[in-house]
């Protein structure tokens, strides 16, 4: 199995664990924005680890996935709290 | 603007008292229960409640003075033997407030208890933390002589029936709370508002005041943020998608994230938010 298709499977599992935890707190919208959060940084983590083991990590490549965890919070945000 | 203008921009709310209580009695009824009697007095009770978190601007089910539900229970006149409440902010719909308590395990308690006799509702707008607010207030109750015979239809729920016949102190139940306590005389109540003089007219009054919320904006605000938020995912997951495949098709070499881990993270999250529903229980 290809190193990438590794980390690929480590991203559906953090981004599942995500989703089901997510909706486990159906009831509780402070939980959910901070599983929220948590799966965010876990994702820019997961993004900077990567593109550490292809060899390729940038500092835009950092901040392009922190880019792309900040909207994914704000827009997460907006539709909780709307 | 909504403020200003609520019939055009503003959130779109249709909670009324009686919705409230045939989904409530609805919910008991299919358990085996018996129904709950709409009582004046804790529609009283709750409308104290909502006007004293307006007032003092918390979210909470006792208030930062210390007051308890049951301090608005006594000073609305109620004598119970067994009370709670349930609490809900910012729902649109009666049926929504009540299937939220319903799913949520210590509210759903609350409902489904045995003991519980008569029921009350306030429905009240306001502002509460800077924003705008529709409360919900549920209160629940039983007077002596009622709890004797508080058996349920069919079902009985064991661990709810054993509370009320040993636990004769407060008991809360995660965010929603409980009091089972011995029949009592209660003590005269500094009241803030005047209930002494003429509690009837006024329990009436407090009660049709706040027996419903109904707003239809032209523009709901819930809504158009919901779907801007879910079209602009849509957005992103279909440039990331375009700008994948060109990159892939011309062979581009750039300095960038993988568009794959964007888009599943993206769908993940547009997934997740799938669920969200307005309105927050405690």
């Known amino acids: 199995m290809k190193m990438s298709h590794v980390n690929y499977i480590v991203l559906l599992i953090i981004l599942v664990t995500g989703i089901w935890t997510f909706w486990g707190a159906a009831n509780d919208k402070v939980m959910q924005m901070y599983i929220g959060v948590a799966t965010a940084i876990s994702y820019v983590i997961w993004g900077i680890i990567y593109h550490s083991l292809e060899g390729d990590l940038h500092p835009k490549v950092v901040i392009e996935y922190c880019l792309v965890g900040v909207i994914a919070i704000v827009l997460m945000l907006t539709i909780l709290w709307t | 603007?909504?403020?200003?203008?609520?019939?055009?921009?503003?959130?779109?709310?249709?909670?009324?008292?009686?919705?409230?209580?045939?989904?409530?009695?609805?919910?008991?009824?299919?358990?085996?229960?018996?129904?709950?009697?709409?009582?004046?007095?804790?529609?009283?009770?709750?409308?104290?409640?909502?006007?004293?978190?307006?007032?003092?601007?918390?979210?909470?089910?006792?208030?930062?003075?210390?007051?308890?539900?049951?301090?608005?229970?006594?000073?609305?006149?109620?004598?119970?033997?067994?009370?709670?409440?349930?609490?809900?902010?910012?729902?649109?719909?009666?049926?929504?407030?009540?299937?939220?308590?319903?799913?949520?395990?210590?509210?759903?308690?609350?409902?489904?208890?045995?003991?519980?006799?008569?029921?009350?509702?306030?429905?009240?707008?306001?502002?509460?933390?800077?924003?705008?607010?529709?409360?919900?207030?549920?209160?629940?109750?039983?007077?002596?002589?009622?709890?004797?015979?508080?058996?349920?239809?069919?079902?009985?729920?064991?661990?709810?029936?054993?509370?009320?016949?040993?636990?004769?102190?407060?008991?809360?139940?995660?965010?929603?709370?409980?009091?089972?306590?011995?029949?009592?005389?209660?003590?005269?109540?500094?009241?803030?508002?005047?209930?002494?003089?003429?509690?009837?007219p006024i329990r009436q009054v407090l009660s049709t005041m706040f027996s419903s919320v109904t707003n239809k904006p032209m523009i709901n605000i819930p809504t158009v943020t919901r779907d801007v938020a879910f079209l602009f995912m849509g957005l992103l997951i279909g440039v990331l998608v375009i700008d994948g495949i060109i990159v892939s098709k011309k062979k581009i070499g750039r300095v960038a994230g993988h568009n794959l881990g964007h888009i599943l993270f993206f769908a993940a999250l547009f997934i997740a938010l799938t669920i969200v529903r307005r309105g927050v229980l405690l």
């Not at chain 2, 965010?175 to 500094?190: D, R, S, Y």
């Open chain 2, 1 to 200: 603007m909504h403020r200003e203008f609520p019939n055009v921009l503003g959130y779109a709310t249709d909670i009324r008292v009686d919705q409230l209580l045939s989904v409530t009695n609805s919910n008991r009824q299919a358990l085996g229960l018996s129904p709950l009697t709409y009582n004046v007095t804790l529609s009283q009770a709750a409308a104290l409640k909502a006007q004293d978190m307006f007032q003092h601007d918390y979210w909470a089910h006792t208030s930062p003075e210390g007051k308890t539900p049951w301090t608005f229970i006594q000073q609305a006149g109620y004598t119970y033997t067994v009370a709670g409440e349930n609490l809900a902010k910012n729902f649109s719909t009666s049926q929504g407030v009540v299937d939220a308590w319903m799913a949520s395990p210590t509210h759903r308690d609350n409902i489904i208890k045995p003991s519980y006799r008569d029921i009350g509702f306030a429905i009240v707008n306001g502002v509460l933390n800077g924003e705008e607010t529709t409360l919900v207030v549920q209160m629940f109750g039983a007077g002596s002589g009622q709890i004797a015979d508080a058996q349920p239809v069919q079902t009985v729920v064991p661990e709810q029936a054993a509370v009320v016949e040993v636990n004769h102190e407060q008991a809360q139940l995660g965010e929603q709370i409980t009091q089972v306590k011995e029949v009592q005389t209660i003590p005269p109540v500094e009241s803030q508002i005047v209930v002494v003089a003429e509690p009837t």
